[in-house]
């Protein structure tokens, strides 16, 4: 669309940013239990080729560090140091703020933990003591949910294998370990439970949407919810009724949330608005389009 292609075109720097940011929390994430099998170096293989910002010459000394480690007997904790010391290096704030930027490498690391399509006990202790590093990012929502997620393990140091699985199905809202760990772009209502459901009003309700649809252009969208005797906005105020999520997502939004609106709207759920967020797909279903 060309909507979307414009946005590429004003974002691409920071569109390159996240990638990078996201690439370097995926290679700790894959890292950090202090092993890599054959699974997440196919994975690396695979992120790699598929993003074309770390062709550059200066990620060489990262892969050359990479390669130097150890498989088979596992990575030292000198050796994981070094490593996260030259990931550092290439994290990048031009573009986002260092919080913004954490969060992109959290979303990664997540990657990196599930690439291999398994999740282990190490894996999820290591991670909560990454998150207990990271505590300025505790007002971010997926912090939240990772951090609460993981709440039976601050309290009896262990977790059961039922347990695990809830926290890796948890990960897959975001990412899919049977792409090798790539990013999930497209939004499905049954990833998240904070999509809404049930049935909807639209005489009189107020809409407003985020992100970018295979369906319609923005234009479109606001022509058929005021045709239904609804009221399209642009803006997150009070006044909205719902958030619609479109299908395609949106390359710009700085990391997996959905963007801000749908921040805003979670926060404001939080206070006790009555806001409710919906999937495009599933307003289709609900409004009788479908086939569209």
């Given amino acids: 669309m060309l909507e979307q292609k414009m946005i590429d075109g004003f974002m691409g720097n920071a569109i390159s940013d996240k990638s990078i940011n996201t690439f370097l ?10 092993k890599i099998n054959e699974k997440e170096i196919d994975a690396i293989i695979q992120w790699h080729l598929s993003m074309p910002e770390l ?14 480690i150890t498989t088979k007997d596992g990575i030292s904790n000198e050796e994981k140091g070094r490593f996260i010391e030259v990931l550092n290096l290439f994290k990048s704030t031009e573009f986002y703020k260092k919080h913004t930027a954490d969060i992109q ?4 690391l997540l990657a990196g933990l599930v690439c291999d399509s ?3 006990l190490d894996e999820l202790l290591c991670l909560n003591t990454w998150l207990k590093a990271h505590d300025h990012l505790e007002e971010d929502i997926l912090y939240q949910e990772i951090f609460s997620a993981l709440r039976p393990l601050r309290t009896k140091k262990t977790l059961t294998v039922t347990e695990i699985n809830s926290i890796f199905k948890l990960i897959t809202r975001y990412v899919d370990p049977e792409n090798h760990g790539q ?15 049930g049935q909807l009003t639209l005489e009189d309700a107020v809409y407003c949407f985020t992100g970018a649809s295979t369906r319609f252009k923005k234009s479109e969208w606001k022509a ?3 045709n239904n005797g609804a009221k ?12 619609v999520i479109c299908n395609k997502g949106n390359s710009a939004w700085a990391h997996v949330s959905y963007g801000r609106k749908f921040e ?3 926060k404001w759920q939080n206070e006790g608005n009555n806001i409710k967020i919906i999937t495009e797909d599933d307003f289709v279903a609900l409004v009788g389009l479908i086939g569209q």
């Avoid at 929390?25 to 202090?34: C, K, N, S, W």
């Fill in 25 to 34: 929390g995926f290679l700790e994430g894959v890292t950090i239990d202090g």
């Fill in 55 to 68: 062709g550059s010459s200066q990620f060489e000394m990262l892969f050359k560090v990479l390669s130097e």
């Fill in 105 to 108: 490498r959290l979303h990664g």
């Fill in 118 to 120: 398994d999740l282990v």
């Fill in 183 to 197: 990013l999930k772009k497209c939004v499905d209502s049954n990833d998240n439970p904070d999509f809404y459901k």
């Fill in 224 to 226: 058929l919810v005021e």
């Fill in 232 to 243: 399209f906005v642009d803006d997150m105020t009070l006044s909205v009724d719902y958030l």
């Fill in 264 to 266: 805003q709207a979670k």
